[in-house]
């Protein structure tokens, strides 16, 4: 990830109500969420929350597609991958033990989903 782009998805995150609608896409998965449901669950005002999604959808942290009359959101898990190994790739000095507890939260977060990372 080239730092102009990791600076734009940081920066879309810097905001408390964006980083809420991130993580509930985040924790909504690959089906994702209805724009109205989104707006519901963070008690977002419509026009602030396109905003927010604009924003999002900007730095590649949030994707769309149309099923029916609604707008669908996803997390851009690509984008979110891509700036988490930005963040720890030069991580630990060669000291792995500094970012293993990282390492311990995704298998924690994965083993509550049944899942193997």
């Avoid at 985040?26 to 977002?44: C, K, L, N, P």
């Avoid at 396109?50 to 942290?61: D, H, P, Q």
């Amino acid at each position: 990830m080239e730092p102009e782009n990791a600076v734009s998805a940081l920066g879309a995150l810097a905001h408390p109500g964006r980083l809420e609608v991130f993580r509930l896409l985040v924790q909504a998965g690959t089906e994702g969420m209805a724009a109205g449901d989104i707006a519901r669950a963070t008690g977002s005002l419509a026009n602030t929350l396109s905003t927010n999604l604009g924003i999002l959808a900007a730095a590649g942290l949030v994707a769309s597609r149309r099923e029916g009359r609604s707008i669908i959101y996803t997390a851009g898990y690509d984008r979110m991958r891509e700036l988490l190994a930005f963040l720890m790739e030069d991580c630990c000095a060669g000291k792995p033990e500094i970012c293993a507890p990282l390492a311990d939260v995704a298998s924690r977060a994965c083993a509550a989903e049944g899942r193997t990372c």
